[in-house]
T-cell receptor, first 114, second 110 residues
Framework: SQTIHQWPATLVQPVGSPLSLECTVEGTSNPNLYWYRQAAGRGLQLLFYSVGIGQISSEVPQNLSASRPQDRQFILSSKKLLLSDSGFYLC?????????????FGQGTRLTVV | LAKTTQPISMDSYEGQEVNITCSHNNIATNDYITWYQQFPSQGPRFIIQGYKTKVTNEVASLFIPADRKSSTLSLPRVSLSDTAVYYCLVGPSGTYKYIFGTGTRLKVLA
């Protein structure tokens, strides 16, 4: 069966520090991969999605970047965190080219920038 | 991708049936309607998906009128554990972009 791993679960980082969040998917090949952010009490905002290795699409201009160095690995990064980067970050995957497919989410990382 | 509009919040009591309506006036011919549920500090999870008329699974029912400009998620006999945010998404089959709106925050009271 397919599983998605996202870590760490919680993170407290000072303003101006770098960030690296990692997500890996097991049990499937060639998935679509996603990073979402959810501010406190708000809906989910799609940040990045990827349909293949090295292929990254950014939905919202921001202080973050994403990379996909391997087929089932998706990394969210920042060189210098801002207070506004605080939030709940979720990684997700879906079957590439699937019909009526659903997105499967990880457990999320709660990032607090202080 | 079609824009969706949902109520921001709803309250209900245990044992009642809850209906959450989503408006999607500019739905396209090849769009499907999908609902997700999100508990606090967790990722959303798929509940149900449909194209027209009625779809039912072990968790919920989805009612879609003939014009498909709206849809209603029906949760039978809710319990406290159904307290969550419910999202309606509209998009073409096989789309790889999942755009979530603000969702409907359902609170089930004892």
């Amino acid at each position: 069966s397919q599983t998605i791993h996202q870590w760490p679960a919680t993170l407290v980082q000072p303003v101006g520090s770098p960030l690296s969040l990692e997500c890996t998917v097991e049990g499937t090949s060639n998935p679509n991969l996603y990073w979402y952010r959810q501010a406190a009490g708000r809906g989910l905002q799609l940040l990045f999605y990827s349909v293949g290795i090295g292929q990254i699409s950014s939905e919202v201009p921001q202080n973050l970047s994403a990379s996909r160095p391997q087929d089932r690995q998706f990394i969210l990064s920042s060189k210098k965190l801002l207070l506004s980067d605080s939030g709940f970050y979720l990684c997700a995957w879906s079957v590439r080219g699937g019909i009526n497919t659903e997105a499967f989410f990880g457990q999320g990382t709660r990032l607090t920038v202080v | 991708l079609a824009k969706t509009t949902q109520p921001i919040s709803m309250d209900s009591y245990e044992g009642q049936e809850v209906n959450i309506t989503c408006s999607h006036n500019n739905i396209a011919t090849n769009d499907y309607i999908t609902w997700y549920q999100q508990f606090p500090s967790q990722g959303p999870r798929f509940i149900i998906q449909g194209y027209k008329t009625k779809v039912t699974n072990e968790v919920a029912s989805l009612f879609i009128p003939a014009d498909r400009k709206s849809s209603t998620l029906s949760l039978p006999r809710v319990s406290l554990s159904d307290t969550a945010v419910y999202y309606c998404l509209v998009g073409p089959s096989g789309t790889y972009k999942y755009i979530f709106g603000t969702g409907t925050r359902l609170k089930v009271l004892a």
